[in-house]
């Protein structure tokens, strides 16, 4: 399998979000991909770069996975609201147009479509000062079991050190038993039980 891990770039960013969306099995309404890739991939795409992989197969062409990180959460939460702020193909910008959605799931929707900056008083405000960088991760279901994660996941730590960063943290849903099982195998720690439906974890590097 000829898969290369490199940097992702601002060309990516269209199929990223398609992968993104066809693997979330938080949100799968069509209707939600949109809030989807806003909150989970585009930020990254387009203020930490640098910070990020791919996994592309040259020989059909795709992208097979990614993971995306911030070498500071605190930092990048503030970003993301700059770029919320500043950009104005969202700025209006309101998850209000399902039917299909409680009025409790749309205020859940838009409240969280941006990203707050942690206060001191937060339950994971710790967790992001002594564990500052944090991860996504998504691998194409044609290539899920076969390590890229792990391969990933190895180069996004290999980086993090190399910036001299301290650690790294995610939370995962409580419900993804798959999830949980590779971070526990990979070497994480869990740092917490259930905090608004996601269970943190953290490595030292």
């Keep these: 399998m000829p898969i290369t891990i490199l940097p992702i770039n601002n060309k990516d960013e269209k199929e990223l979000s398609d992968l993104c969306f066809r693997t ?7 209707k939600l991909k949109e809030f989807i890739n806003w909150r989970w991939l585009i930020p990254y795409c387009r203020t930490e770069a640098a910070n990020s992989f791919k996994a ?12 995306l990180s911030t070498l500071d959460t605190i930092n990048f939460e503030k ?3 700059s770029l919320y702020q500043n950009d104005s193909e969202i700025r209006n ?3 209000l147009n399902s039917n299909e959605l409680s009025k409790e799931e749309i ?3 838009n409240s969280l479509y941006i990203y707050p900056v942690s206060k001191k008083e937060d339950p994971d405000y710790k967790i992001k000062i002594e564990y500052p960088a944090h991860l996504h991760i998504d691998v194409h279901p044609d290539y899920q079991g076969k ?9 996004l730590i290999a980086h993090l050190k190399d910036k001299k960063c301290k650690g790294l943290h995610l939370s995962v849903g409580s419900t993804n038993l798959k999830g949980i099982s590779f971070y526990k195998k990979y070497g994480f720690t869990q740092l917490t ?7 943190y974890f953290g490595l030292k590097l």
């Design 93 to 95: 910008r309101q998850f």
């Design 193 to 199: 039980d259930n905090i608004d439906d996601g269970i």
């Design 79 to 81: 970003k993301c609201i």
């Design 24 to 30: 979330s099995f938080v949100y799968p309404d069509p």
């Design 56 to 67: 592309y197969d040259s020989e059909k062409n795709i992208i097979a996975g990614y993971i």
């Design 107 to 109: 205020a859940r929707f």
């Design 147 to 155: 390590g890229l994660g792990h391969k990933l996941t190895d180069t």
